[in-house]
């Protein structure tokens, strides 16, 4: 006959191997599924890349089109066009400007954040920039257009969907004395942040190359309008 000690101890060795099988059964569903999220994340990013490359591929197409079959075939008027519309590399004097993080140590109480640069930060300085006349802008060789955004993504800054981190290089081009002084102005944006500590290196350069934009269009609405600003 059994015991009851016996039955006990049987009764909680089974329970034991249920327990153990279904904790195990749990973790390889869930593996299975955080994997299957993983490759189903990775297969969006993938669609989504093709789809901004054929979208590239195909303005890119479209514009030789036109060059080919522009009137007259005006080869220097398609360039300046490509060139505005920031799809060549473009080269001139101008300014390069090094924005680094603070070095200065944080005062008790004080809010680290102030010693770190922000979006609104890098935007004030191409703000300035665009106010003294550059003609093309660049932020760690990311072109700018009226649609890029430069917008933080906690401790990194987002430019044209490609993600940065301190430091920061902003080339300009055009009067390098002109783009200087729209910095350096007293009580300006790089007056604000060396209050701070942040570190603004600004020179003045006989040629600064800016790349060509390489982002994706997206004119979902826009279309034209021959009749100008009537409906």
Request: glycine residues 10%; hydrophobic residues 40%; contains cysteine.
């Amino acid at each position: 006959m059994i015991s009851v000690r016996h039955e006990r101890w049987a009764i909680a060795i089974v329970s034991f191997i249920l327990g153990f099988m279904v904790v195990s059964q749990y973790k390889m569903t869930q593996d299975n599924i955080e994997e299957n999220i993983r490759l189903q994340r990775a297969g969006d990013l993938a669609v989504q890349l093709k789809e901004a490359q054929q979208e590239r591929d195909a303005l890119l197409k479209h514009i030789e089109t036109l060059k080919k079959s522009g009137a007259g075939g005006d080869a220097k008027a398609d360039e300046q066009l490509m060139m505005k519309a920031a799809l060549t590399n473009v080269k001139g004097p101008g300014v390069s400007v090094l924005i680094e993080d603070s070095s200065k140590p944080i005062q008790g109480g004080e809010n680290p954040n102030l010693y770190v640069i922000h979006d609104e930060d890098i935007l004030r300085i191409v703000n300035e920039l665009r106010a003294g006349g550059a003609e093309a802008i660049a932020i760690n060789d990311q072109r700018l257009i009226g649609t890029s955004e430069i917008r933080c993504s906690g401790p990194t800054i987002t430019v044209n969907g490609k993600v940065f981190g301190a430091p920061f290089v902003v080339k300009a081009i055009g009067d390098p004395k002109t783009l200087n002084s729209a910095l350096t102005m007293r009580g300006g944006v790089v007056d604000s942040l060396k209050h701070w500590g942040i570190k603004v290196t600004i020179k003045q350069e006989d040629s600064v190359a800016v790349p060509a934009f390489t982002g994706t269009f997206r004119e979902e609405h826009m279309m034209p309008n021959e009749l100008g600003g009537k409906e």
